[in-house]
């Protein structure tokens, strides 16, 4: 507002409709700038983004997007044209990954190529693209790690491969139990001495261990480890057989590995490394020895026993250890 004392000067001066016009022009607010247009639907809503496709059908590539319940809607525009809506970065995310798998070249016939998603239900999504890739090699894949799915792009006998693959590695992890037997013996002796006091399960595996020369076996220890299918597990464990022992009184046994067990069958798989060393506690400063070490992969049944090592424990005194394990699982 101009002031009083202003008005009648610039009146005195001939100069009030000049500045009456002036003042009606400052009294209005300056217009905004013109708003940039947006690709938003409503300030604050999705974005919406229009997908031209290379070869793939769109109604296909709509289907296959509904089947993944993705955080976005979808809509066909023409043959190969789709509008996706939805939060930016998750729509990037389906252009780069899984719309790129499906828009490759097809051909026709019974060769054509068509996208499938084929869920993961317990297989770590992580490992399995190598996997299955192995036997589809000119399929497109694209691994969703947060809907654990697969799509894939391919023909029928690609598909089809890999859901058999799948069949075979995608089951619930099941919990195990190993059970390590360490039993001692002796090396050679007459007949009478080849007495074999052990309970009764392991009375096959005493008559392998007899046959082969050892003798007076009797069980240190039976170990048994939980563990869960797949995972890898270890563990240390020390055995104190008294001074009374012919060889080493004094063993250690260190273990690591991985079982895996089939699907609704009794086969299983063991892969581990071991080492055991032993001294004579009763002699002073005296060294730890290796007994033995393995790196082995057995397959055998639920409940069997199996004998992964069996060495003396001392060449002077012909004592021995032998170790036995089975596996169980809950």
Known sequence: MIPVNRIVFAAAMGLLPHLLVRACFAQEPPKPAATPPTNR?????????????????????DATLKQ?????????????????????????????????AVDVPGVTGKSARSPEVIPVRHYPIKEVGGLVRSVAQRASLAIDETRHTIVVDGTEEERRA?????????????????HFFFLRAGIGGTASEKETPLPPDLQP???????????????????????EEGQRFESKTRLHLGEEAAGHDDLQFSVEGVVRLASGADDAWLTLR?????????????????????ETSVATKLGNY?????????????????????LTAE
């Open 306 to 326: 199996v004998i992964l090592a069996a060495a003396p424990s001392s060449t002077a005194s012909g004592d021995a250890v032998a170790l036995v394990v089975r």
């Open 274 to 294: 071991g080492r055991m060393v032993g001294k004579y506690s009763r002699i002073k400063d005296a060294e730890a020895e290796t007994v033995f070490e393995l």
């Open 205 to 227: 595996i005493a008559k392998t261990l007899v046959h082969n020369g050892f003798a007076r076996l009797s069980l240190i220890a039976p170990i048994v480890i939980g563990v």
């Open 41 to 61: 639907a409503e300030a604050g809503g999705p974005t919406l983004k229009v997908v031209t496709l290379k070869h793939a059908d769109a109604h296909s590539v």
């Open 162 to 178: 890999i859901r058999e693959v799948l069949k075979q590695i995608d089951w619930p992890t099941r919990s195990a139990k190993v």
């Open 68 to 100: 993944l319940d993705v955080p976005l809607s979808s809509s066909v525009t023409g043959p190969q044209t789709i509008v996706l809506r939805g939060d930016p970065p998750e729509i990037q995310k389906v252009i780069d990954t899984l719309i790129a």
